[in-house]
């Protein structure tokens, strides 16, 4: 069981926390404008990285504040946490474009 | 009570049949293959058996980065069923039931299914509704099903608690019959004896590290032990598919996440059949040997790590013993944890990628072991006909884009 | 009942108490400080149990828990499956027997007390042997917080098992002073039959205590029987010592063959003699000790076989004390039926072994070396690298916050582990920034005598014949070298291949005395290094722990928490029968004396529609949005809009995910311009705000409104029925409750007695119905204030059946039930509470989908059976018939779903509700429900089946 | 009409914490005025309300005649033992809302527990993971955590950690209080079941 370093309580139990999965994945600005296809990316697709990975969590038994972390899925350390209001140093490296999955 | 002094040695294990004298070669791989099968687990190999012997396609390379079938296939809990809600899973699972049914004597290998049921308990009103909702559907759809009031679940399996005095009494439970389990390293052994026989080449240590593409096609596979040329490429690999999907920059909505089980020492016979519990979250049967095997929930992060957080464990621990009160002395022998690919709407992903030769094959969640033999046989089709087979058709990577989802969450029962 | 093999004095054991305990139905003695091996031993027994698969007898092999040999079932004070005798304490009235493989669980459930606790500490040590002691010691010193556990009843480890002396005593002396010391520093914690079993990240160490399992049938009740410790340190010590290896030879599985320092224990720490006549084999000078030890204590030592051709320094220590030496000989075989009569000793040089002789001995004390626990290291994930010298695997590397020492860590060596012990917690402390302590004596120990090299020998050459097939590398598994061998010849490289194969190291020892061995036997069968044959992976947890110390106080009532309202107990009065929504306990229904479920709901049903009935809706979900964007923020979150609500009115409000499908459904009561109520379903509520936090945080930082849980700060109590404004208006006389004046959907503020209360006209049922809000300090005197005021009017109690029938009789789903995250607000017939004035809210793009424009998704219609009797089972499929009126085969063709289905009084025949393929252009048709058998023809309707023009609404 | 009563979720549960011994006392908190504050300019709102409201996360600091707790970084709790409900609320609500803050009365969203004695840390161990020696959680420290299954918030009272507080939702104090009952049994030696 991890100690999860929560921005504002400080390291906490794992079990405090919620995941909520890939961070920086804005929602559309204009939702009406985009395809379909688009449409499907932002509601279904998340990144699925193995190693560094941005992501985000809740301390949901604790102080209920969002926030975002980059954590290595293959060992599951935690290399930083950071506030929503934070800069992400990391967000766009850890950002990969991709090719669409049209067939 | 006490049986006193030992009797005539009890000799448990002795019914677990000894493995062949051989089983398979370690070649070196060839330059090409007509078909290279990405993932040398339960799903890679079925799908290798069936190429041979369904369609005669036999220059093929099963690639696999570790051991054989020592990634899910040798960490899950073995529970086969077919009592899914949709129509479009009940189709692949049954029809993967009916093959786990003759899978013995096509694999001439002893596999070990003991069709022993499986019970899924409801312990809300609402359970009650969707049991019975899954219990109708699966009978129209030919899948043996029935519905069990609590003193009926006792008859199924005594040591279950079904007093009314417990946090979540057992309202009922569906049950169907023909499901059971069976022994994964035998499983996964039989299809790869079987696949080396007709000259299928199973290469172990030989991890994928890229590919090598020509617009629509992929080439070519490089690996650690080489490049190696591919007419068609099938991605099996469970829980690592995003690595590989990645390397094609082919996007899949599936995160991996750490799901872990465990065994108990050996056990006289206590437990005849499957337990399955949504509310009270545990999965529980007895295998041969007599340990009992039960399956954790999915730990909540994305993780490689092949391990899980210990309080899953023991939040199982508590489950058990709540449902079944005689576990409390039973010992935790070993745990362990797999990798399982969830995609959004619980069911798999199988079938054409943005690739014109490459074939995808994820998604399975905790649902991977039972289908094996039913994706085995679809892929294999699939691949061989360049056409999707009908079982595998709705699942298709462009449903999320339509919205057409076969959602397994709201109205399955426990999803293993 | 006598114990010929008990010691005429030492040991650990107390001599002044006898206890009698039972095993294979023979009755026995012991000593406190036995354990149930030792008292066996003593009385000349080392059968145990017989084979798993092959059937021949088992003994006592080792003297803790790598002991392969010894497993035991217990029958009394309480069943407990398969433990080892060795790790078993002796206690009065013990009845236990011997196992061939399987355990027995108790048919009774198990009363004992379990339970779990946290502990912080900076250094945590794992095993007080020398090294751990030894580090605790510096630890504690520095007034560092400490926790020193140890799987033994009592601390010393190895010096438990020998004669070692330290500043020229007894070394147990230090040990008792050590331990004293460590008791008397107020940070430090120390456990014994205390086991490490796991060790996790951020230095998580969780470890089982067995609290009261010494005390047999003496066991206080109020006590936990076994505790899990949940101990997070910021520095871990591993000092958990070494087991010892076997040599694989034919027959090794005789009783009376035993590990040669299991003997020094068992004599040592028991006072007992495992045998008269003993051989003992060896590939390195720790077995000499034994050998020595055992001669003092009076056992005929036959020889001493040292499979080195040099054989040992310590040679001429044994032939001054008359014991024979064989160097560069092994032992081949054993002779004897149930027990061993001869060791069959060889010459051995370069991997040949010479002609055979057979000496006679009771006992075959056995050392190939010495395998480092390195368990817990291993479990934190550390690289163990093998090292060709002492054949074994080591720690590769330094880990953060997790130290190896003694002889986890290959330091075999007393002197050696005390002053590794105390570098190793010098360095935690130094790394945690804690000065370490300035007085921090090490005690004198005697200068070691230089060990002569051991020699690998994984195995000596089968020359019985027996082809392997009686050499056991996996006495718990029946697992022999034949086994091994045929693995490999089957194609299999990876020791993970072969483990399975063999089914080596599955068995209750998971491996401790096999692992290492199959790397060995493996790698020379394959002609590769050991290091790339590697171990299997080492799993937690280290020894077996009950599924019930897991579980430990989270049983019974403590498995999960149960909700109830403030009104509860007033419930339990009044004879409600309860349903579980979520974890909250809502009743369902009050019946009457005499009364079943149906005829309750049919009275209830009848209060509310024809009188007044009262409900404790309190379960329902509320949160406070408060602040200048409060509106904003709802109209980004329902599918209808928030923002044009007035103040002191109400709206029902629908709730989508991203991905159109409906999650939760409400009213919403607009307080103030910026603040507003909201109601969300009894399992929504928690889901509903975290959704609302996670985009107002995450998304939506900017916008300025908080949102805060108030499910317990009200209760809300619907007064429904046409007689429930005469009620409202009696208990409330200074509010009009006049149609005009309190329109429906509007809310009104109120006092009673003082206490603010608020009132407003929603209604689930379709009928005339005022919700009553109250902070829950007074929602049993309010509750009863209603009850009074209503009595002319049969003001009736009713639970939620009742609320369901009246809600589906009006077409109001319940999310959740009649939905299950596949269905859309139009799907459910309610395109009306879909804005189309706002640019977008959560969810609208996906209602643009192609699969929401399918003309046949499911929608939600009403089903009325025409028979007019049967009640749909809820969950019941729905199909069409072939022109024929014949089911066809299947697969069948389904149309959907029974949702709800109930009984209706206001009907006065069933009814249901269903989700319909293409439901609503199916009305007026008839479709099948199959029940029990049968096709029950039903008529698909409108959702809404009781006053469909809402005229009651208003009274 | 008689004046209306209050009712207790514990009633129940009375006797069985009367019978506790003095090491592990466990006591019902009478009912109190609480509010939750949310606002960003602390030092203005600590100026209006006339109390201090702590910045330092997991925290808690005596206010007028209750306590402020931090809750987060925007949001405290505050209560009183002479405002009702109502009257706090408003002085609050004056307080903060010209600030952009915002106020909610949870005086009945949870009920209080005051835990004392030597062994109470014991009884709070089995269930609380977080660090509760007096050297990390002295008086003044408080936390928003899991007591076995139900969130609470916890507050230190002394520097001894023999005196705590423990705030839960109200539909959970049956549950917490059967809990802490339980924990206690092996320090109540008089009791055998």
Known sequence: ?103 | MSPGPSHAPRTPGADLPEHPDFLWRDPEPKRSYDVVIVGGGGHGLATAHYLAKNHGITNVAVLEKGWLAGGNMARNTTIIRSNYLWDESSAIYEQSLKLWEGLEEDLGYPILFSQRGVLNLAHTLQDVRDSVRRVEANKLNGVDAEWLEPDEVRRVCPIVNTSTDIRYPVLGATYQPRAGIAKHDYVAWGFARRAHEAGIDLIQDCEVTGFATDGNRVTGVQTTRGTIAAGTVALCAAGQTSVLTDMLGIRVPVQSHPLQALVSELLEPVHPTVVMSNAVHVYVSQAHKGELVMGAGVDSYNGYGQRGAFHVIERQMAAAVELFPVFARAHLLRTWAGIVDTSPDASPIVGRTPYDNVYLNCGWGTGGFKATPGVGWALAHTIAHGEPHANVAPFTLDRFVTGALVDEHGAAAVAH | MTSPFRTAEGGRIDRATTLEFTFDGQTHTGHPGDTLASALLAAGRHQVATSIKLGPPRGIAAAWAEDPGGLVQIEEPFPEPMLLATTVELHDGLVAHGLPGQGRLAEISDSARYDAVHHHVDVLVVGAGPAGLAAALTAARSGARVALVDDQSEAGGSLLSGTDRLDGGPALEWVAAAVAELAGHPEVLHLQRTTAFGSYDDGFVLALERRTDHLGTAAPKHVSRQRVWRLRARSVVVATGAHERPVVFSDNDRPGTMLAGAARTFLHRYGVLPGRQAVVFTTNDSAYDAALDLHRAGVRVQAVVDARPAGSPRREECERAGIRVLSGAVVTGTQGVERITHARVAAFADGEVGAVSAIACDVLLVSGGWNPAVHLFSQARGRLRYDEALGAFLPAEELDGLSVTGAAAGVFDLAGCLTDGQRVARAALTALAVPPPGEDRLPTAPEPVAPAAPLVLWRVPDTSGAGGHTSFVDLQRDATVADIERAVGAGLRSIEHIKRYTTIGTAHDQGKTSGVLTSGITAELLGVPVQATGTTTFRPPYTPVAFAALAGRDRGRLFDPERVTSLHDWHVAAGAVFEDVGQWKRPRHYPRPGEDMEAAVLRECAAARTGVGLLDGSTLGKIDVQGPDAAVLLDRLYTNLMSSLKVGSVRYGVMCGVDGMVIDDGTVLRLAEDRFLLLTTTGGAAKVLDWMEEWAQTEWPDLRVHCTSVTEQWNTFPVVGPRSRDVIGAVFPQVDVANEAFPFMTWRDATLDGVPVRLARISFSGELAFEVYVNPWYGVAVWERLLEAGRPYGITPYGTETMHVLRAEKGYPIIGQDTDGTVTPHDLGMAWAVSKKKPDFVGKRSFARQANQDPLRKQLVGLLPVDRRTVLPEGSQIVELHADGQLPPPPVPMLGHVTSSYRSAELARPFALALVKGGRSRIGDTVHVPVDGTLVPVEVTGSVLVDPEGARRDG | MAELLRTHPLEAWSTALERLPDTVGITVEPFVAMAVVRLGAVGAASEALGAGLPTTPNTWVPAGSGRAVWLGPDEWLLSSTTDTPEELEARIRAAVVPLGGSVTDVSAQRIGLRLTGERVRDVLAKGCSIDLHPRVFGRGSSAQTLLGQAGVVLMALSDAGDDFVVLVRSSFAGYLADWLLDAALEFTPTHDS
Request: glycine fraction near 4%; aromatic fraction near 14%.
């Open chain 1, 1 to 103: 069981m991890q100690l999860i370093e929560c921005p504002w309580c400080g390291p906490r139990e794992e079990v405090e926390f919620h995941y909520g999965g890939q961070a920086h994945v804005p929602y559309p600005d204009h939702p009406a404008e985009v395809s379909d296809e688009e449409w499907a990316h932002y509601v279904f697709f998340r990144d699925n990285t193995k190693g560094r990975f941005a992501e985000r969590w809740c301390h949901s038994a604790g102080c209920r504040r969002w926030f975002n972390a980059i954590r290595d899925t293959a060992t599951y350390r935690f290399e930083s946490v950071h506030r929503l209001d934070a800069p992400q140093p990391h967000a766009t490296e850890l950002a990969r474009s991709r090719r669409s999955t049209a067939p």
